[in-house]
């Protein structure tokens, strides 16, 4: 049997409720040991996405994403809520 000991760190984080209680649930039904393991699960799948090519952006790609998060910044993007009230859709 393989015993592997690694630096760990304790994070912080805010979640919404209903995230949560989704998570939770998968730890009542025996899908994870505990609510630490789903977060480092998702961390994982997250990583790895981005070093199989997901993630990785061209120029054009980095520019609008600043763009995206200037004007967001500055309150200049709706959710999709007030795009809705407005009768919008994605």
């Known amino acids: 049997m393989w015993v592997f000991i690694m630096d760990s760190i304790r994070v912080n984080v805010l979640l919404p409720e209903k995230l949560m209680k989704e998570a939770k649930a998968l730890v009542e039904q025996g899908y994870f040991s505990n609510f630490s393991e789903i977060v480092r699960e998702g961390l994982r ?3 790895l996405s981005y070093k199989i090519g997901l993630g990785e952006m061209t120029g054009k790609d980095k520019q609008l994403l600043k763009w995206i998060r200037k004007e967001d910044a ?5 959710s ?4 809705r009230e407005h009768g919008l859709t994605l």
């Open 74 to 78: 500055m309150g200049n993007l709706l």
């Open 45 to 47: 799948r997250e990583v």
């Open 80 to 83: 999709e809520e007030e795009m």
